[in-house]
């Protein structure tokens, strides 16, 4: 999930529904979290972006090598540091609930650090590519869960997937290096395909081995979805994925 984590909003983005707040979405934390249940389904979700938050630090911060030019390595060092604070609220907020911040994040460094093994770019525009694509699904899945959230979490949770500036970069960068050299735009379609696949999976997984997690999500507390609401959103996050890919001048 961000890593699965971060980070852009661009236009085509998908709109959640947002009817009268109901049920938790319509409390606070200090009356929502009087629930056991949906204090530590908070605990995980916290803990999965912080820890995605610093991994997207930790990768941009990478990424920067590869830049080709000086200006590129500022623009994504800025990037990084943008992400870093992210993560600085998220672990702020987890101390401030009374929960330990590493201890909320540890299970799920194994599936995030997994996902960037198998995902891996291999040069510049590949990495581009990761995180505008793949922080973007996960962004997406994040703002549909918090429409579902107490008042309180679900502004934190939107101004940490808040733009870096990563989407309009990106963007750029990706659709002049196909001007350039069209053959380049078939190999980046394949990776973008692949980073949709696992994404989606990744937050499939992350979700199903965390039973508060998805209790939360799929009826029970939480005002959740049902199951025909998670298909609906996995096919807006689907929508949302084929317009940015045609943002980069790329085919789905």
């Known amino acids: 999930m961000r890593s ?14 947002s009817p009268e707040a109901t049920g938790v979405a319509a409390q ?16 995980d979700l916290l803990g999965a972006l912080a820890y995605g938050e610093l991994a997207a ?7 920067a090598k590869l830049a080709p030019t000086l200006a590129d390595k500022a623009e994504l060092a800025k990037m990084a540091s943008a992400e ?25 460094v194994a599936a995030l650090d997994g996902f960037h093994r198998q995902t891996a770019p291999s040069d510049w525009l590949e990495g581009l590519v990761k995180a505008y694509v793949g922080d973007s699904i996960a962004s997406d899945f994040y703002r549909e869960v918090a429409a579902r959230l107490d008042s309180d979490t679900r502004e934190l949770v939107l101004a940490v997937l808040d733009d870096t500036g990563h989407a309009g970069f990106a963007v750029e ?13 078939g190999r980046l379609a394949l990776w973008a395909r692949r980073l949709m696949g696992e994404a989606l999976s990744q ?22 979805f049902d199951l025909a609401e998670v298909g609906r959103m996995f096919s807006r996050i689907t929508e949302a994925h084929t317009k940015r890919m045609a943002a980069l001048g790329l085919a789905a």
């Open 173 to 185: 960068k990706v659709r002049a290096a196909i001007d350039a050299e069209p053959r380049v735009g």
């Open 4 to 17: 699965m984590t971060t980070s852009d909003k661009p236009d085509n983005a998908p709109e959640t529904a």
């Open 57 to 63: 630090f930790e990768r941009l911060a990478e990424d």
């Open 84 to 108: 870093f604070h992210h993560f600085e609220r998220l672990r702020d907020r987890l101390t401030e609930i009374g929960e330990e911040p590493t201890l909320a994040m540890d299970p799920f």
């Open 28 to 43: 606070d934390w200090a009356t929502a979290s009087a629930d056991p249940q949906y204090h530590a389904a908070v605990v």
């Open 203 to 224: 937050s499939q997984r992350v979700v199903a081995d965390r039973d508060a997690l998805s209790t939360m999500l799929v009826g029970g507390v939480a005002d959740g």
